[in-house]
């Protein structure tokens, strides 16, 4: 394994690729941590590693849908 690839020959992943999915692992660490004024640090360090906006728009939506440990669904009455 001295290529600098994660998992088997059919499945690897490239350094790059390995960098990008821990960019958006973190952000979605600091979604559900609730740590928002981290996140747009990350959402930079993730675009300058080649994370396409909607790779990173996708891990905010799982957040807003309620699909992460940091918050929990609950119905909001308007008045």
């Known amino acids: 394994m001295g290529n600098n690839v994660l998992i088997n020959d059919d499945q690897a ?3 790059d690729q ?3 999915l821990t960019a958006l ?3 979605n660490d600091a979604l559900a941590a ?3 004024e981290t996140c ?3 959402i930079d360090t993730a675009k300058n590693l080649g994370v396409s906006q909607g790779e990173i728009s ?3 939506a ?3 849908n309620g699909n992460n440990l ?3 669904r609950q119905n909001r009455i308007r008045s």
Do not use: C, H, M, P
Request: proline content about 0%; aromatic content about 12%; glycine content about 8%.
């Open 70 to 72: 940091g918050r929990q």
């Open 18 to 20: 390995v960098l990008k």
């Open 13 to 15: 992943l490239g350094t």
């Open 34 to 36: 609730q740590e928002y």
């Open 25 to 27: 692992v973190y952000l």
């Open 40 to 42: 747009r640090e990350l």
């Open 58 to 60: 996708a891990v905010i």
């Open 62 to 64: 799982d957040y807003l």
